[in-house]
RNA sequence: CGGGACGUAGCGCAGCCUGGUAGCGCACUUGCUUGGGGUGCAAGGGGUCGCGAGUUCAAAUCUCGCCGUCCCGACCA
């Protein structure tokens, strides 16, 4: 049993003043945390006690399926060199030198690591498949260190790695963390959401994220709450209400228009008399077309011109915004940006403005090398006779059908999902929310077996690659999603599987003999029945007690007053602050049921 | 890396413009008081004013440089 007279839990009536998301201002208040340096952070008594109670229920769900190893934080350049990543991390690598001049870096994950150890160890399929764990402190130089534990620099991760003989094998390691994973995330009594995770340009097949909504995250969400679709904005699409066609003009084939100084999208449609839907938005960027060397210690962080750049023009319907994210996937996971104004001249021979598909030599396809690329967003496949620029200033052009009046490269789903859009598989509106990533898991492949040369042989004696997989949990992101989940002014509640102590047993007059007693022997008792007790011992004002007890993330609270000569105290349940009075030689039991009980 | 703000006691802030004894609330210590939602009274302790230069008889205050932190953007396995 601790008691608060001896323990160190410094709270503060205020909150410091750098703090703006209500995690990092209760955390810190209630005497969790204390913050070090941007993005690194000590964790005191209460705040070290929730994590390693998270920890313990990963670890007790991730020994069902796995064996948890430790691996070094420190490492060695030389493993990052073999898979290449020691140049493609970039600045977000924490770099140092030994006395001898050698470099090393600090770990911010472990694909290497583990890789390592399986090329050397593992020798025949019999062996597969493997699920390797660890629970290990990454590193990580966030550009932008912000929002309290939210985005850090130092944190604690659980990652694990899947190696399999076959896709079957992965498909069955990927399900086993996707389910120990709900179960996790279950027993920390957070509510969260699965959703469907671009997964990149490096051969992942499939990658699904756990996200728990709350006005403080990053990520984007997009989720029906009808049949439970939900992806991340850079993957989620939406179905869309049919558009009625104009009717073609003239003979059929492109026609000039003349609009004189109508630029924008609004201003042309309104100009001809159209809805925006019928128009072409003419987006012109440009990509590198150059990976960054490999084994090299030059860190390319900025677009750098050049003639390695290539053009590349997307079109979309005319009300529609472009997912980035959703382009640079299209194109193999390459940086773009937009064009500067004379590479559009250059292109289109004319300014921007008057921008459109036509009298410009595309890619045929993506294989094609060197020609400029015109990626058609599918909301515009099967649309005919649109409207878009001339090419030509104060012009545009009508008439415009994809595939017949000009050839794209690609169609491609290259728009943003807009809130309120119909859902794809049922037809409900979207919503859309920030949230913020508890857990990651994601289908691999063979990007680490085959750059680091990890084989096993088959059943036949052939030497293969295993096939891996690789899942993370943020542990300090589970307390710091639940705090944002369930808090209010006075403070927050944490579900009693990751509360520091389960229940605050608060005597309100520590000078009265008689509540003074019935309080210890209440906290013995529950401790004795398995509970985590912390008795308010101190001589303070109830009032103050109140406050704390309620700050501090502790689900129940019981009030020893002077009810006592009733051989009745008060048990709060501070999600709902609801009170019951419960007879002292009951509370056992209460307690037993309340365990049950979703907080 | 671009833009903005801030840095004075553990926390929250004033003082700076107009240079001259470093202040307030909370917290802390001691005594009394109070005892169901941050009691009241009294007496105390605690500050390299982020760091370094410069201007000046004199710098928290003015000038320059640096460092740190936060916010917006870029970025984010």
Known sequence: MHRWSQVFIPTLREAPADAEVASHKLLVRAGYIRQLGAGIYSFLFLGNRSTQKIMRIVREEMDKIGQEFYLPALNPREIWEASGRWSVMGENMFRLKDRKGADLCLGMTHEEIMTDIARKELRSYKQLPQIWYQIQTKFRDEPRPKSGLLRVRQFTMKDSYSFDIDAAGLDASYQKHHDVYCRIFDRCGLKYVVIDAHSGAMGGSQSQEFMVRTPAGEDLVVSCA?????????????????????????????????????????????????????????????????????????????????????????LLRGDHQMNEVKLSTALGGKDVRPMQEEEILALFHSPAGYLGPLGVDWAKNMEEPRKPILLVDKALEERVNLIGGANKENYHVKNLTPGKTFHPTAYVDLRSVNAGEPCPNCGAALRIDTAVEIGHIFKLGYKYTHSMGATVLDRNGKEVAPIMGSYGIGIERILTAAVEQNNDENGFWLSPAIAPFEVVVVSTNSSDEKIRTAAEGIARQLEESGYDILLDDRDERPGVKFKDADLVGIPFRINIGKKVTDDTVEVVQRSTLHKEDVKISAISEYFKRLRQMPT
Request: net charge neutral; hydrophobic share 35%; charged share 25%.
């Open 226 to 314: 009808q049949c439970g679709y939900a992806a991340n904005l850079e993957k989620a699409t939406s179905k869309l209400a049919p558009v009625e066609d104009l009717q073609p003009e003239g003979d059929g084939k492109p026609l000039e228009v003349h609009t004189p100084g109508q630029k924008t999208i609004e201003e042309v449609a309104r100009f001809l008399g159209v809805s925006p839907k019928n128009k072409i938005k003419t987006l012109a960027m440009m990509i590198s077309a150059e990976e960054p060397e490999r084994g090299t210690t030059r860190i390319p962080t900025k677009w750098e011109p050049g003639p390695v750049s290539r053009a590349v023009v997307v």
